[in-house]
């Protein structure tokens, strides 16, 4: 039996037989529906849980959950990536098209690493090409992964510092989560910021990466006093032992509303909260479980 995280767009539509000429529907309700979260909270999934699928199954997914806000990540294409370094203006102008047909704003986007292994200005023109396709499809920040080699780590973070104006006048912030190598703790995010010491680049918190690469020792409820007054937006993930972060957020081991109340302690009292991972399964498993994580976030600010 063919994997079904392995389908094409061509593949599950051909499945579907005629029932596909009425998929379009779910989402325009989805669409139409309030955007989630309980006011100055917005609630959106990255296409990440959809990997094995093309762009168009992973935003129809998202709608038809219920999500107005698409968080934009890896996905089944040549790059693996929504959008990077490497996107064309046009590639980028077909995403717009794509989110503009179900109504999806973009709260982020993970665009993949940047070519300082080149040098400086080599990075800073990928990053400004990053900072334009991001632009073009209307997302509101741009999330770095960082670097774990550290004979990059200047050159990477001082590219960031060149083109933080560049992104405002964009309309576009910038940040870095904790990510593994260098930048794999609150503690490690909060001074690489400050060492680039520009308004729009912050913290992207992700609690469940805490765990992952401290091997489920370090607490992220701890971890997160360190990015005090940083944060402007989290990736929500989940955790299980020893190494699992594919995992539906409230069914692990991430304490969520005291991760929430110790960052709201610190400044973060609203903004994006973006679900990234869920636990893995077939489209009418994932569509469950994404709407399940969507009632779990709601609830949790509600």
């Given at each position: 039996?063919?994997?079904?995280?392995?389908?094409?767009?061509?593949?599950?539509?051909?499945?579907?037989?005629?029932?596909?000429?009425?998929?379009?529907?779910?989402?325009?309700?989805?669409?139409?529906?309030?955007?989630?979260?309980?006011?100055?909270?917005?609630?959106?999934?990255?296409?990440?849980?959809?990997?094995?699928?093309?762009?168009?199954?992973?935003?129809?997914?998202?709608?038809?959950?219920?999500?107005?806000?698409?968080?934009?990540?890896?996905?089944?294409?040549?790059?693996?990536?929504?959008?990077?370094?490497?996107?064309?203006?046009?590639?980028?102008?077909?995403?717009?098209?794509?989110?503009?047909?179900?109504?999806?704003?973009?709260?982020?986007?993970?665009?993949?690493?940047?070519?300082?292994?080149?040098?400086?200005?080599?990075?800073?023109?990928?990053?400004?090409?990053?900072?334009?396709?991001?632009?073009?499809?209307?997302?509101?920040?741009?999330?770095?992964?960082?670097?774990?080699?550290?004979?990059?780590?200047?050159?990477?973070?001082?590219?960031?510092?060149?083109?933080?104006?560049?992104?405002?006048?964009?309309?576009?912030?910038?940040?870095?989560?904790?990510?593994?190598?260098?930048?794999?703790?609150?503690?490690?995010?909060?001074?690489?910021?400050?060492?680039?010491?520009?308004?729009?680049?912050?913290?992207?918190?992700?609690?469940?990466?805490?765990?992952?690469?401290?091997?489920?020792?370090?607490?992220?409820?701890?971890?997160?006093?360190?990015?005090?007054?940083?944060?402007?937006?989290m990736s929500?993930?989940?955790?299980?032992?020893?190494?699992?972060?594919?995992?539906?957020?409230?069914?692990?081991?991430v304490d969520?509303?005291?991760?929430?109340?110790?960052?709201?302690?610190?400044?973060?009292?609203?903004g994006p909260?973006?679900?990234?991972?869920?636990?893995?399964?077939?489209?009418?498993?994932?569509?469950?479980?994404?709407?399940?994580?969507?009632?779990?976030?709601?609830?949790?600010?509600?």
């Amino acid at each position: 039996m063919a994997d079904p995280r392995r389908q094409t767009r061509r593949d599950v539509l051909a499945r579907a037989g005629a029932a596909a000429l009425g998929a379009a529907l779910p989402a325009c309700r989805a669409a139409a529906a309030p955007a989630g979260g309980s006011g100055r909270w917005t609630v959106g999934i990255y296409t990440r849980p959809w990997d094995a699928f093309e762009l168009p199954v992973a935003l129809d997914a998202i709608a038809e959950a219920g999500f107005r806000h698409a968080g934009l990540m890896t996905i089944q294409s040549k790059r693996r990536l929504v959008i990077s370094a490497a996107t064309t203006p046009e590639e980028a102008g077909r995403v717009a098209d794509e989110l503009k047909r179900r109504g999806l704003s973009v709260p982020s986007v993970y665009g993949g690493d940047i070519a300082v292994a080149k040098g400086l200005q080599a990075g800073i023109d990928d990053l400004r090409r990053l900072i334009d396709r991001c632009a073009a499809v209307g997302a509101r920040n741009l999330l770095m992964g960082g670097t774990g080699d550290a004979t990059l780590q200047s050159n990477y973070y001082k590219a960031i510092a060149e083109c933080c104006d560049y992104a405002a006048e964009k309309g576009l912030g910038l940040s870095v989560k904790p990510h593994g190598g260098l930048n794999a703790t609150g503690a490690q995010c909060r001074d690489l910021v400050k060492g680039v010491a520009k308004s729009n680049f912050g913290v992207w918190y992700d609690p469940g990466n805490i765990l992952y690469y401290s091997n489920g020792t370090q607490d992220p409820v701890a971890d997160a006093a360190d990015v005090d007054g940083l944060v402007v937006g989290m990736s929500v993930k989940d955790f299980l032992p020893p190494k699992n972060v594919a995992v539906t957020p409230g069914t692990g081991q991430v304490d969520f509303p005291a991760v929430l109340k110790r960052l709201r302690q610190g400044g973060f009292t609203g903004g994006p909260l973006v679900i990234e991972c869920l636990a893995p399964g077939d489209l009418p498993a994932l569509l469950a479980a994404a709407r399940q994580a969507k009632r779990f976030v709601e609830e949790l600010v509600a």
